[in-house]
């Protein structure tokens, strides 16, 4: 995944620019960027975030940034921003991307003259390769037309041109992007929890596929949106801080509506809800509502030197910083009947290793709740789980061993009621050792984002999609 964010207004921008880009910082934990356009001509700064904070990187680079007008990037790709001269004029780049076809795509680049100077890990660089497919247009527009029509995932941008920034949304909104004004100045993110601490009001949301072109005095549609979108429902259940508002939905009030929905049907009454913090913290006080008992803090997150458990890119080393990280609290644990939610559960290493700790602290039952609907397929459009094989997913090992074939009966398995999808469960339930273990509907999940389910994501849960 990754964020965006870009600014410009009629006074010094690094301010809210080096805040702004900051405030995407649980998107992402590779590499950080930003850029600025000024009399000067434009001034880059790219680090690698893995070991320690946007913030830390990037505040004894500050004074070597000015101008009026910046974008920046957190990204668990590539190294962003990139700095284009073309005859479209000079201009820099930054995504949020996932092309799956970008080895046919660099091919054919090639093969029409073109050539790669920015390398990450030894790969094209996938903005630097979006870029490249811009300079063949006969102008912005055209060319980040080509990028909607050409590439198999999904892409949303900023371009920091001479004329203004130039924000596009991927085709089928996967991602969200909104502007953000205040007096002299235009902001835009995909997460508005950026704006209210820099003084920005939200007054647009782009539209799937539609580029606007943003100065300091205004904002000017280049391409009108499409009718069809896709907006990914992982924004919402696990990846979106909690402020943030998409498609008018806040992030917060989705979770809350979400567990008590699930809530609803729940025939376990335990002596408290709590949560695995923190995108399960939401679900679950929505959840202790619906159910009519407390919420309470079994385990805590320690946050000083612990804040973010996937930073490692070392898989074993990520589980280990995850465990370090959540401190369980004996007073709230021993001899009680405990509920717990979580966003979801892909490996199940993780939660497998939380719950053997409640007990061991002397919780006298313990119940996990997901509020999302099963994992059964890795995503394409934007790097949710899309690193992993399909077998990395827990869901889809069970089917295997039950089935030989790891597509075997897969609708049933996507389909609450059937004797798979609960043979499924019950097996999952049973290898993380916990008493019981429900997995929220699909149906409940739309019914709090509140969208029509054409307009939103759920590959992950049932394969469903539209475009590529």
Same mark, same amino acid.
């Given at each position: 995944?990754?964020?965006?964010?870009?600014?410009?207004?009629?006074?010094?921008?690094?301010?809210?620019?080096?805040?702004?880009?900051?405030? @995407?910082?649980? *998107?992402?934990?590779?590499?950080?960027?930003?850029?600025?356009?000024?009399?000067?001509?434009?001034?880059?700064?790219?680090?690698?975030?893995?070991?320690?904070?946007?913030?830390?990187?990037?505040?004894?680079?500050?004074?070597?940034?000015?101008? @009026?007008?910046?974008?920046?990037?957190?990204?668990?790709?590539?190294?962003?921003?990139?700095?284009?001269?073309?005859?479209?004029?000079?201009?820099?780049?930054?995504?949020?991307?996932?092309? @799956?076809?970008?080895?046919?795509?660099? !091919?054919?680049?090639?093969?029409?003259?073109?050539?790669?100077?920015?390398?990450?890990?030894? $790969?094209?660089?996938?903005?630097?390769?979006?870029?490249?497919?811009?300079?063949?247009?006969?102008?912005?527009?055209?060319?980040?037309?080509?990028?909607?029509?050409?590439?198999?995932?999904?892409?949303?941008?900023? *371009?920091?041109?001479?004329?203004?920034?130039?924000?596009?949304? $991927?085709?089928?909104?996967? *991602?969200?992007?909104?502007?953000?004004?205040?007096?002299?100045?235009?902001?835009?993110?995909?997460?508005?929890?950026?704006?209210?601490?820099?003084?920005?009001?939200?007054?647009?949301?782009?539209?799937?596929?539609?580029?606007?072109?943003?100065?300091?005095?205004?904002?000017?549609?280049?391409?009108?949106?499409?009718?069809?979108?896709?907006?990914?429902?992982?924004?919402?259940?696990?990846?979106?801080?909690?402020?943030?508002?998409?498609?008018?939905?806040?992030?917060?009030?989705?979770?809350?509506?979400?567990?008590?929905?699930?809530?609803?049907?729940?025939?376990?009454?335990?002596?408290?809800?709590?949560?695995?913090?923190?995108?399960?913290?939401?679900?679950? *006080?929505?959840? %202790?509502?619906?159910?009519?008992?407390?919420?309470?803090?079994?385990?805590?997150?320690?946050?000083?030197?612990?804040?973010?458990?996937?930073?490692?890119?070392?898989?074993?080393?990520?589980?280990?910083?995850?465990?370090?990280?959540?401190?369980?609290?004996?007073?709230?644990?021993?001899?009680?009947?405990?509920?717990?939610?979580?966003?979801?559960?892909?490996?199940?290493?993780?939660?497998?290793?939380?719950?053997?700790?409640?007990?061991?602290?002397?919780?006298?039952?313990?119940?996990?709740?997901? %509020?999302?609907?099963?994992?059964?397929?890795?995503?394409?459009?934007?790097?949710?789980?899309?690193?992993?094989?399909?077998?990395?997913?827990?869901?889809?090992?069970?089917?295997?061993?039950?089935?030989?074939?790891?597509?075997?009966?897969?609708?049933?398995?996507? !389909?609450?009621?059937?004797?798979?999808?609960?043979?499924?469960?019950?097996?999952?339930?049973?290898?993380?050792?916990?008493?019981?273990?429900?997995?929220?509907?699909?149906?409940?999940?739309?019914?709090?984002?509140?969208?029509?389910?054409?307009?939103?994501?759920?590959?992950?849960? $049932?394969?469903? %999609?539209?475009?590529?």
């Amino acid at each position: 995944m990754g964020g965006i964010f870009g600014t410009i207004g009629k006074s010094s921008c690094v301010k809210d620019l080096y805040y702004g880009t900051d405030y @995407n910082s649980h *998107l992402g934990t590779k590499r950080g960027g930003m850029a600025t356009l000024s009399e000067k001509g434009f001034i880059r700064s790219i680090h690698n975030l893995e070991s320690t904070y946007f913030r830390t990187k990037f505040e004894p680079d500050l004074d070597k940034f000015s101008g @009026n007008s910046g974008i920046g990037v957190i990204s668990d790709t590539d190294s962003q921003p990139i700095i284009v001269n073309s005859h479209l004029g000079k201009f820099a780049m930054v995504t949020v991307a996932k092309v @799956n076809n970008i080895k046919e795509l660099e !091919t054919g680049l090639l093969q029409r003259m073109h050539h790669f100077a920015e390398f990450s890990g030894g $790969d094209t660089n996938q903005t630097e390769l979006l870029a490249m497919l811009i300079t063949e247009g006969k102008d912005f527009v055209d060319g980040i037309e080509r990028i909607y029509n050409n590439i198999k995932g999904s892409a949303t941008m900023l *371009l920091l041109t001479e004329k203004g920034l130039i924000a596009a949304r $991927d085709k089928y909104g996967r *991602l969200p992007l909104v502007i953000g004004k205040k007096e002299g100045a235009y902001a835009i993110t995909g997460e508005s929890v950026a704006f209210p601490n820099l003084g920005y009001e939200p007054c647009y949301d782009l539209g799937p596929g539609e580029i606007v072109l943003i100065t300091a005095d205004g904002i000017e549609q280049l391409r009108k949106p499409e009718k069809k979108m896709q907006v990914c429902s992982f924004m919402w259940i696990y990846y979106g801080y909690p402020p943030s508002t998409y498609e008018g939905i806040n992030v917060d009030e989705f979770r809350l509506m979400s567990g008590k929905l699930m809530a609803e049907t729940d025939d376990v009454k335990p002596d408290y809800v709590g949560a695995i913090p923190d995108s399960g913290i939401g679900h679950a *006080l929505g959840y %202790s509502h619906g159910l009519g008992v407390p919420y309470r803090r079994a385990i805590i997150k320690y946050t000083p030197t612990w804040p973010r458990s996937f930073t490692p890119t070392n898989q074993t080393m990520r589980e280990l910083v995850a465990s370090m990280k959540l401190v369980p609290n004996r007073a709230m644990l021993n001899g009680k009947r405990v509920m717990l939610c979580d966003d979801s559960i892909v490996r199940g290493t993780q939660l497998r290793d939380n719950v053997k700790v409640l007990y061991d602290y002397g919780a006298k039952e313990v119940h996990m709740r997901i %509020s999302c609907p099963p994992l059964l397929f890795s995503c394409p459009f934007i790097n949710f789980s899309a690193s992993k094989s399909i077998l990395e997913l827990i869901t889809r090992r069970i089917v295997q061993e039950f089935e030989g074939d790891i597509d075997a009966h897969i609708d049933e398995y996507i !389909t609450p009621g059937t004797e798979r999808y609960k043979k499924m469960v019950d097996e999952i339930c049973k290898r993380l050792g916990m008493d019981s273990l429900k997995f929220n509907t699909l149906e409940n999940v739309i019914k709090a984002i509140g969208l029509p389910k054409e307009c939103v994501c759920t590959h992950c849960f $049932d394969g469903s %999609s539209c475009g590529h």
